[in-house]
């Protein structure tokens, strides 16, 4: 058994390529014996959000504090309270981030999954 504490674990900014906004990326590096599982813990100043991407396999966004908006490509903007799950499946076109006036934090939880990056979503879109 281990514990993966997010502080001290070196927070890298967001790369400005993928995103919109600041915040705060830490990889949980080693967080599973199966090297196909991988954990980022994802902060958000409010208006952050990602470029529109989609993953190879399952990614589970485990909102941990504040609230996450998320959008899949064709659907309405939603958003999701800490301790919620999103579940976004293979090669679902999406995106995530925070509300524009809070903070949010989610852990990223990628199973068997790589990441392919598109386009920023627009203020409209994030605006729903
Ligand atoms: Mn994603």
């Known amino acids: 058994m281990k ?3 997010p502080a001290g674990r070196g927070a890298e900014p967001l790369d400005p390529a993928n995103f919109t906004g600041l915040g705060t990326l830490v990889r949980m590096v ?8 991988n954990a980022y813990t994802v902060s958000f100043e409010p208006g952050t959000r990602t470029a529109w991407h989609t993953h190879t396999g399952t990614q589970l966004l485990l909102v941990t504090a504040g609230t996450c908006r998320f959008q899949e490509e064709g659907e309405p903007v939603q958003e999701a ?3 919620s799950i999103v579940s976004i ?4 076109l999406h995106w995530h981030g925070a509300t524009p006036d809070a903070p949010a934090t989610h852990v990223a939880l990628n ?3 790589t990441t392919d990056w598109f386009e920023k979503v627009t203020d409209g879109q994030y605006g729903g």
Do not use: D, K, Q, S
């Open 111 to 113: 199973i068997e999954a």
């Open 81 to 83: 309270t800490a301790g």
């Open 3 to 5: 514990v993966f504490i």
């Open 89 to 92: 499946g293979p090669g679902e």
């Open 30 to 37: 080693g967080v599973c014996e199966n090297p196909a599982i």
